[in-house]
């Protein structure tokens, strides 16, 4: 399979910050691959150098084949800003049918593009009485005009309700089931845990981490959390046949190492009799973030 995105050993400074440092990655058709770093990590830098906006000084990238900012990789790229904006006086629909002019796309299928975002309702009205929400929602509606290879979205979902991030997850996952490739930048961990393939984390300029979630799991080798509720009266018993738990929310809490996990469910499970519920917690995105960036001293 050929990568939409593909870069190897991407640098960049700007005078003496190194802002990006041997960065290589890739982004598979219809996989969708989540960036996350802290401010200052070179999240923006990688977007733009993507983008065709500032050329890096080192390494190599392709975009759907083409060089960054070429009509080719242009033509097949979209991109969503954290805070989009937009000509206040416009209509909703306006708006939208400008830029897919702009792209010479028929303008009829605007008010289609609205309605995939959930702004049918209010594509006749001016966009200076919209929310901050539905501004990023017309920002997504023009970063789908074309039915773009590769989208590139900054903080995608800054400004939406719960129920319109939901909505947002599940047009991503239709997009990604139709072949595009998505690069999505956000600080919302718990958001893109569950709603992305792979994980790539940058620290300092430098990627730190890249896989699956399974994956960094594995290579972090974080403690694994188990919670033991007892049955009415054998606390006691639990406590001493494991000495290393303590007591937090009215259970038993209790954590080991990736390799201890079987041992200790066995210990656990010998006790079945006297146990009435458990639940095994693994380390979470942001756990494995934060170790990571720990482990890189940022």
């Keep these: 399979m050929t990568s939409t995105l593909t870069i190897s050993h991407l640098t960049k400074a700007f005078g003496p910050v190194r802002a990006l440092s041997d960065v290589s990655l890739r982004v598979d058709p ?13 999240k923006s830098t990688l977007m733009k150098v993507i983008l065709g906006l500032i050329a890096p000084d080192g390494g190599e990238i392709a975009v759907c084949g083409s060089a960054p900012g070429q009509a080719g990789a242009r033509a097949q790229v979209a991109y969503l800003p954290e805070n989009a904006t937009f000509h ?76 319109s991030r939901r909505d947002f997850y599940e047009l991503l996952d239709k997009l990604a089931a139709d072949g595009a490739a ?40 974080l403690p694994v959390a188990m919670h033991v509720t007892a049955l009415n009266g054998y606390e006691p018993d639990i406590l001493a046949a494991l000495p290393d738990a303590i007591r937090v929310n009215g259970g038993l809490h209790l954590t080991c190492a990736q390799d201890e996990k079987l041992a200790t469910l066995a210990r656990i499970s010998a006790l079945r009799s006297k146990v009435a519920d458990l639940d095994v917690i693994p380390p979470s995105l942001e756990d494995i973030y934060s170790y990571f960036s720990r482990r890189d001293g940022q």
């Design 30 to 42: 219809g996989e969708r691959v989540a960036l996350l770093g802290h401010n200052g990590a070179g």
């Design 88 to 163: 206040s006086a416009l209509t909703g629909v306006e708006q939208i049918s400008y830029y897919m002019r702009l792209r010479h796309v028929d303008p009829a299928g605007a008010m289609d593009l609205l309605d995939r975002v959930g702004l049918a309702f209010a594509a006749r009205r001016r966009i200076g009485t919209y929310s901050k929400g539905m501004r990023q929602r017309v920002g997504l509606a023009q970063a789908l005009i074309g039915h773009p290879n590769l989208l590139v979205l900054d903080e995608p979902t800054s400004g939406l309700d719960p129920v």
């Design 182 to 221: 998505i690069l999505l930048s956000s600080h919302a961990l718990t958001e893109v845990e569950a709603r992305t393939d792979r994980l790539l984390i940058l620290s300092g300029g430098r990627l730190v981490a890249s896989g699956t979630l399974p994956e960094l799991r594995r290579e972090a080798a």
